[in-house]
């Protein structure tokens, strides 16, 4: 099934080969790991697909010199293994957060969602701060930073959501963004208590948008 595997073109072929090849389970480890040397391209991707979901792989396993692959298919799947790996995840998603491959930030920006080391921190910042990065991604890495409640992230959050004052002298908000609401949300959730951010987040809750006023839901801000 393997050389099956390797000649595949056909995307379902691949698919149902991969699955049956899954099935397997455990004994078959050994074997996927000893095609990597002989492998390259959408090959070596598909055996790094495979790994993900068997059990077994051994103490001594490690994916690290895919991470680095010319091949992006070959470098999503090994950082998408490496997550999997209490060893190398912490810096497996340093380097995939700093990767020029959409998926591969994709990847690693929601697995940071699920625990964001310290020293991925900065990595997510300027990430956040990148105004070139698809807005997508960008208000993606925004939640991520509110997420990581560190002391780091509370200036840029409030840079992106405070539009400064009226001529009145009341708070005003930014204009409304998938950025804007990333970082609101992340306020709300994470320093509503805070004197910084709590007249931005009443700001937000007198607001005459229905959709700004949930997004700060039941945040109690310290005026």
């Known amino acids: 099934m393997l050389d099956a595997l390797a000649t595949a073109e056909s995307r379902a072929t691949r698919r149902a080969l991969l699955d049956r090849l899954t099935r397997l389970g455990s004994p078959i480890v050994s074997v996927v790991i000893a095609r990597w040397g002989t492998s390259a391209g959408m090959s070596c991707a598909n055996l790094l697909g495979i790994l993900q979901d ?3 792989l ?10 680095a692959h010319s091949d992006g298919r070959v470098r999503r799947e090994a950082l998408r293994l490496q997550f999997r790996l209490p060893a190398e995840r912490d810096q497996a998603l340093v380097a995939a957060l700093s990767d020029d491959d959409p998926r591969a930030l994709q990847f690693a920006l929601h697995a940071a969602r699920q625990g964001c080391p310290a020293a991925a921190v900065p990595v997510v910042l300027a990430r956040a701060q990148d105004k070139t990065l698809d807005r ?3 208000a993606l890495a925004i939640r991520v930073l509110g997420s990581t409640r560190a002391p780091q992230a509370l200036a840029p959050l409030l840079e992106l959501v405070d539009g400064g004052t009226t001529f009145f002298g009341r708070r005003k908000l930014r204009p409304k963004s998938p950025e804007m609401l990333a970082a609101l949300a992340a306020l709300a959730a994470g320093w ?8 931005v987040l009443a700001g937000a809750g007198r607001s005459d948008d229905p959709e700004i006023r949930a997004t700060v839901g039941g945040a109690k801000p310290k005026r």
């Open 192 to 199: 509503a208590a805070d004197e910084r951010a709590g007249p």
């Open 136 to 138: 997508e991604l960008r």
């Open 58 to 67: 051994p103490a001594t396993f490690s994916a690290a010199k895919f991470a």
């Open 54 to 56: 068997l059990p077994g």
